[in-house]
C-alpha cells in the first residue's frame, strides 16, 4: 500500500468519524429538546389547570414559540450550507 493510499483512507476514516459525531450530537439534541419542550408545555397546562391560566398559557406559547424559531432558524441555516456546498460543486467542476 503506497504512502498515497495511506493517506486516503486515514482522510476517510476521519471523515466518516466526523459524520458520525455530528449525527450524535444532533440526535442527542432533539431527544434533550423534545424532553424539555415537553416538560414547559406539559407545566404549562399544569398551571392552566391549578387556576393560573395567563401563567400556564404563557408557557405554552413561549415554549411554541421557540420550538417553531428553532425549527425555521435551522432550515434557513441549513439552507445556506446546502447553497454553499452546491456553488463549491460549481466551481470544482468549472476548473
Not at 40 to 49: C, N, P, T
Request: hydrophobic residues 40%; aromatic residues 8%; positive net charge.
Amino acid at each position: 500500500m503506497t504512502a498515497f493510499e495511506k493517506q486516503s483512507d486515514h482522510r476517510q476514516h476521519l471523515e466518516r468519524v466526523s459524520v458520525e459525531g455530528d449525527q450524535s450530537h444532533q440526535r442527542l439534541g432533539l431527544i434533550f429538546g423534545a424532553i424539555i419542550s415537553l416538560a414547559f408545555l406539559g407545566g404549562g397546562m399544569y398551571f392552566a389547570s391549578i387556576g393560573y391560566p395567563k401563567e400556564g398559557a404563557s408557557l405554552v406559547v413561549g415554549t411554541l414559540a421557540s420550538l417553531v424559531s428553532v425549527f425555521v432558524l435551522g432550515k434557513r441555516e441549513q439552507s445556506k450550507k446546502l447553497k454553499l456546498e452546491r456553488e463549491m460543486m460549481m466551481q470544482m467542476t468549472q476548473r
